[in-house]
Every structure is written in structure tokens, then in C-alpha cells.
């Protein structure tokens, strides 16, 4: 036998009850007043923040998502490059993405179709294939920063070559 018994029940302590509900809530809600707005963006903050918007393509979609999010209501050049700019962000993701799917259905057949002696031509081929699989970001890289710099050297709006608008 052990010479660490538990205590008998009579010695523990008790179970304090949980106070009413009506006790814990005394004091009543106090109204939250609503967040004033913002102020709209100065002429050079909306233009830097439009040129942000495309800069950020380079990191792909989240950028100009939140730049959209964050200042659609308080700059309206930023509104619509942020826009722009997101718009082409989708379109580049979507044209990423089938290609990539496209490359991996050649690649596959082309390794079930190479004969045994021609495994070059095969590793030949797919690392062709791998790198064409860059190259929609690479295209959206090089269009992202010209859109980011014609924003900053003062045009008006930077309309992308070809970009599905989602975002209206």
C-alpha cells in the first residue's frame, strides 16, 4: 500500500456554483459608436498606392487584393488600378494553372510513349515543358512592373493587354 492516499471527501474543498447569468452581465452594454471614416488619399498617396497595386503582381494576387480592399473608398485612381491590376492577376492565375495542367497531360504521354534507347529526348522535352510552366509568371512579372511604372511616371490608368474583368 501507498502512503499517498487522496484525502477522504469529507476534506476536500467544494465546488464553488458558477454565479447566475444575470449577476455576471451587471453593468449594461454600452453602444459601440461607429469608426469615423477614413480621409480620401492626397493626389500623390492615391498615385502610390495605384503603382503599388501593380508592383505587388509581382507576389501574385494578394497585393492588389488588399490595396482594393483596404483604399477602394478613399482614392479613385488607386480604386481603378488596384481593380485593373487584380483583374489581370486572376486572368495570369487561371492561364497558369491550365498550362501547367496541359504540360503534365504532354509530359505523361510522352513518358508512356518514349522507347527504352530515347530517354534523352525525353528529358529533353519535359524540361521544356517545366520551363514553359514559368513562363505566364514570368509574362506577368514583366507586365507588372511596366504597369507600376507607367502608373508612377504619371499616366492616368494602365489598361493590361489582355485581362478577363471579373472585378467591375
Do not use: C
Request: hydrophobic fraction near 55%; charge should be negative; glycine fraction near 6%.
Amino acid at each position: 500500500m501507498s502512503d499517498e492516499t487522496p484525502p477522504p471527501a469529507a476534506e476536500q474543498p467544494a465546488a464553488q456554483p458558477a454565479p447566475p447569468a444575470a449577476a455576471q452581465s451587471a453593468a449594461p452594454a454600452q453602444p459601440v459608436a461607429p469608426a469615423a471614416p477614413l480621409p480620401p488619399l492626397t493626389a500623390a498617396e492615391d498615385k502610390q498606392w495605384a503603382s503599388f497595386a501593380h508592383f505587388g503582381g509581382i507576389l501574385a494576387f494578394l497585393p492588389a487584393l488588399i490595396i482594393f480592399l483596404a483604399f477602394k473608398d478613399r482614392g479613385a485612381q488607386t480604386r481603378a488600378e488596384a481593380k485593373e491590376a487584380l483583374n489581370w492577376q486572376i486572368t495570369w492565375i487561371a492561364v497558369a494553372i491550365v498550362a501547367n495542367i496541359l504540360f503534365g497531360i504532354i509530359d505523361t504521354i510522352l513518358w508512356a510513349a518514349v522507347p527504352a534507347g530515347a530517354w534523352a529526348v525525353y528529358l529533353v522535352v519535359s524540361g521544356l515543358l517545366g520551363f514553359l510552366g514559368w513562363v505566364p509568371y514570368l509574362v506577368n512579372v514583366v507586365f507588372s512592373i511596366i504597369g507600376g511604372v507607367k502608373i508612377t511616371n504619371g499616366e492616368e490608368h494602365y489598361r493590361y493587354p489582355v485581362a478577363v474583368r471579373l472585378i467591375k
